[in-house]
């Protein structure tokens, strides 16, 4: 009959404590792992709230410029309202303006323009932005100039000939430039998109 050995171990060989430290590591390595798990995942969700509040004041923006489009579809247009002053800037809800050079800036960074008393609000309502959407439309055919307070003139500008290859040119072309302005959920994501119409 062999001869069997037997190697036995205790735990009083190691030193106290050895286990409960290897714990306490393998525990803080374990957090460190779900904490920068957890950062990770919020900045994620952080982009895309983001990158949605972003769409959606683009697709804002971009209602109210076609908005802008179909009413300069219709029959009659107007009227484009002047400034009569370079302190005193023209605002009016109908949102309708000759572009003016009085204040060295467009007329779509006027001051209170994106409020009711200086911009038309879009009328179909859109789900999750934070303000409505609203544009302006002004008439390129002249511009205001003021050369000092309360003396403005209306120059007249170049028309644009239109028309296409098949029919021709279309003397008397008026072109308009939409501006449009769209916010998203909250008030600091804004979009502001242009085109031009020649009807």
């Known amino acids: 009959m062999g001869k069997y050995t037997f190697i036995t171990s205790s735990l009083s060989t190691y030193p106290k404590g050895v286990v409960l430290v290897t714990a306490l590591i393998i525990l803080l390595l374990l957090t460190l ?4 798990a957890m950062q990770s995942t919020t900045l994620e969700e952080k982009m895309a709230g983001n990158l949605r509040n972003e769409h959606l004041a683009f697709q804002s923006a971009e209602a109210a410029l076609r908005a802008g489009e179909t009413y300069l579809q219709a029959a009659s ?3 484009f ?9 023209a ?5 309708l303006y000759k572009p003016t050079l009085s204040p060295g800036s467009e007329r779509w960074c006027q001051t209170d323009i994106w409020t009711d008393a200086g911009s038309l609000a879009y009328s179909a309502t859109l789900a999750g932005g934070a303000a409505p959407p609203r544009y302006i439309i002004e008439d390129m055919s002249s511009y205001t100039k003021c050369t000092k307070a309360d003396t403005c003139a209306n120059v007249p500008l170049a028309t644009t000939p239109g028309g296409s290859r098949k029919f021709g040119t279309v003397p008397d072309t008026g072109r308009f ?8 959920s909250t008030p600091d994501a804004m979009v502001l998109l242009q ?4 009807r």
């Open 177 to 184: 430039r939409i501006t449009a302005r769209g916010v998203g």
């Open 81 to 89: 309202n002047a400034d009569t002053s370079s302190t005193k800037l």
């Open 77 to 79: 247009v107007g009227p």
């Open 33 to 36: 792992i779900g904490v920068t």
């Open 195 to 198: 085109s031009y119409y020649n």
């Open 91 to 95: 605002l009016d809800q109908s949102g």
